[in-house]
């Protein structure tokens, strides 16, 4: 295996501290999807037909990951003209304070299938708040680290085909044009000292630790799974012990990050979907684990054990989930594909569906009960959580933004403002604020 390391650069001049509304990681500042902000609704800042504000549009290159924010800087990777480019926004005005590029091709090497849906990065940046870190990783295995502190100065970098000799997705059924593989897509997962990557490596693990600081490697995981196509991985807690809930390629897997088993494989259920498109990523509620797919038309609340794997608390079939990770609010989870779908957290029966969602759909539960949208072309929306209508679908307000486009990358909002990114490039900020 060979790896190339740069001298660690310790570290950072200024590091901002993490506020309650930041969102510098996958789903939010604890990577469910929540946010404690509202929604502006009660204000007023929905009408029609103005609605939020735009203060400011940038293009940061083509990509389907979505931005991170702490204190007054947005962070985002996107591709152009053969180059992958990290940006430093200012979040007040969108003046760009710094770049960072390399050579990057627009699909990841091993990729096949579906490439007019999409290309450059879509995993979305991990942002160590504590150092001032930021970690990017592009469709092509490209994993970097970033002094925020110093523009952007590279800090370690490795990519992980050309490290771990990682093959492309298998076809996982005997439907014919099945195989399909869009290179990396998973965010980094930073946990203390370690940077957890879904690799994906059949030779070396499923999983790798790096340490976060140097790119070194600290461990790998027992399960060696081709890589899903899900946006992020899910720490968990399983009976008092710290564990990873990962959706590969073929299983949903569970691996301790105990310090006496860490890596070791704990649970897996099979999971092989048509195209192998496990997408949507795990999502927790009350130590459980939330599974859905499109491609199997099922969501399922998963239990995990240590020692008797995964038990089945419901099923709910023909309801499944492509792209949207559901999000857990108030004993409800709440998914878009078709439609925005509501199932009881406890029993999985369904308690409305509605709306114009597609597949292309993320979602952002507020603290007032009300849940922002982005999806389809670009079309931002709010609707009524079941805490304000229990028994309907209410669609509150809906901008058409942006059409001829694909709103595959995920909303952030952030100290009142509203980041909407599509794949193109095009990002708006919208300003929840009279």
């Not at 609605?51 to 800087?73: D, H, L, M, T, Y």
């Not at 980094?188 to 070194?216: C, M, N, Q, W, Y």
């Amino acid at each position: 295996m060979v790896m190339k390391f740069l001298l660690p650069v310790f570290f950072v001049t200024t590091v901002q501290s993490l506020r309650a509304d930041d969102w510098p990681h996958w789903r939010g500042a604890a990577r469910n999807g929540l946010t404690r902000e509202t929604s502006g609704w009660d204000e007023g800042l929905w009408n029609m037909p103005a609605g939020p504000r735009k203060v400011w549009e940038v293009n940061c290159g083509q990509g389907s990951s979505s931005p991170v924010v702490a204190g007054e800087r947005a962070y985002v990777i996107g591709w152009k003209n053969g180059q992958d480019t990290v940006l430093c926004l200012d979040m007040k005005t969108g003046t760009e304070v710094w770049r960072r590029s390399y050579p990057s091709p627009r699909y990841g090497r091993q990729a096949k299938g579906d490439q007019g849906f999409y290309g450059g990065p879509s995993a979305t940046p991990e942002l160590d708040v504590q150092t001032g870190i930021l970690y990017t990783l592009s469709c092509d295995g490209e994993l970097r680290a970033w002094d925020t502190g110093k523009d952007g100065a590279t800090v370690w970098k490795v990519n992980l085909y050309d490290a771990y000799q990682v093959e492309q997705r298998p076809a996982v059924t005997k439907h014919e044009d099945t195989r399909r593989d869009y290179g990396y897509t998973c965010a980094p997962l930073l946990l203390g000292d370690g940077l957890l990557v879904e690799v994906g490596s059949t030779k070396t693990g499923t999983v790798i630790a790096f340490d976060k600081r140097t790119g070194k490697q600290l461990w790998a995981s027992e399960l060696r799974d081709p890589a899903g196509h899900a946006g992020g991985l899910l720490p968990l807690q399983v009976e008092g012990q710290p564990a990873l809930g990962v959706f590969t390629a073929l299983n949903v897997a569970l691996i301790s990050l105990d310090e006496k088993t860490r890596g070791k494989t704990l649970a897996v259920r099979p999971w092989a979907t048509r195209f192998a498109n496990n997408m949507a990523t795990l999502a927790a509620v009350e130590g459980d684990v939330i599974v859905s797919t499109k491609w199997t038309s099922l969501t399922a609340r998963l239990r995990p054990t240590l020692t008797q794997g995964w038990q089945t608390v419901w099923e709910a079939k023909n309801h499944g989930s492509n792209v949207t990770t559901p999000v857990v609010a108030g004993g409800e989870i709440y998914f878009a594909m078709r439609g925005m779908t509501c199932l009881d957290a406890k029993t999985g029966q369904v308690k409305w569906q509605g709306g114009r969602f597609s597949d292309s759909t993320s979602i952002i539960g507020c603290g007032d009960g009300r849940l922002m949208t982005w999806s389809n072309n670009g079309d931002l929306g709010l609707v009524d959580a079941v805490k304000n209508s229990p028994a309907e679908f209410r669609e509150l307000a809906w901008f058409p933004l942006v059409k001829d486009d694909m709103a595959w990358p995920h909303l952030v909002l952030a100290e009142r403002r509203l980041l909407c990114r599509v794949h193109s490039g095009r990002m708006m900020c919208m300003h929840l604020a009279k």
